[in-house]
């Protein structure tokens, strides 16, 4: 499944919800991505991440991603030589970094990007197209601010990430209504390490939020 259409509105409710899990490590992790029928799967480069994998690992491990399924390298403040080096070994569909990363990174053609913007940040100008929105450090549980976010969602489409969690991503979508969600730590049962339950439940609460409380499960 490609990215949410992009639109300067926020998501209508009836939208299809972009649902992404990040920080995967493992060959469980993967699977239970998969069979939770999630439409992106987040591979970590920045090093000193507990959810880091190297180039390699990463092509090993999406290797066993069905095409459907969108695969992003998630990156912090990469040098031009650390991208290169990992897209040397692993391809992805999507670049994700923070937004001012990209003024000094060169992308192959082609390749979609999606820029992190942050709760407490100052906004670009012009906005991009499409941002994914999170709180001010990657990978902590820390929650972002959701009535930023919402403001930011009537303005160009937003990806909602930080401190999401099964049991907060319903709230989360009625607050902010986004075109998308994306979870790392909240579907954890160890840093780096993912529960296949939490993830099955996570996607759950999150589709049925977005089509409706009388919708079938």
């Given amino acids: 499944m490609s990215l949410p259409p992009q639109s300067h509105q926020h998501a209508s409710p009836s939208a299809p919800l972009w649902v992404k899990v990040c920080g995967l490590t493992t060959a469980e992790g993967i699977d239970a991505a998969v069979a939770a029928g999630v439409d992106a799967v987040g591979f970590v480069f920045f090093s000193q991440s507990k959810r880091y994998v190297s180039p390699q690992e990463a092509a090993r491990l999406a290797a066993q991603v069905p095409r459907r399924i969108l695969k992003v390298a998630v990156f912090l403040h990469p040098s031009q030589a650390e991208l290169d080096a990992v897209l040397g070994a692993f391809q992805p569909d999507i670049v994700q970094t923070d937004y001012e990363d990209f003024a000094h990174l060169a992308v192959p053609t082609g390749m979609t990007v999606l820029?992190?913007?942050?709760?407490?940040g100052v906004l670009p100008t012009p906005l991009p197209r499409r941002v994914l929105f999170e709180g001010p450090v990657s990978g902590t549980g820390t929650t972002a601010d959701w009535s930023s976010a919402l403001t930011l969602a009537r303005r160009c489409e937003?990806?909602?990430a930080g401190g999401l969690t099964p049991a907060n991503v319903?709230?989360?979508?009625?607050?902010?209504?986004?075109?998308?969600v994306d979870v790392s730590s909240g579907v954890e049962q160890a840093p780096g390490i993912k529960d296949p339950a939490r993830i099955a439940e996570f996607v759950r609460a999150a589709r049925q939020q977005r089509r409706g409380p009388g919708a079938e499960q």
């Fill in 158 to 160: 937003v990806i909602l």
């Fill in 170 to 180: 319903a709230e989360a979508i009625r607050a902010v209504r986004p075109a998308g």
């Fill in 115 to 120: 820029p992190v913007l942050r709760s407490g």
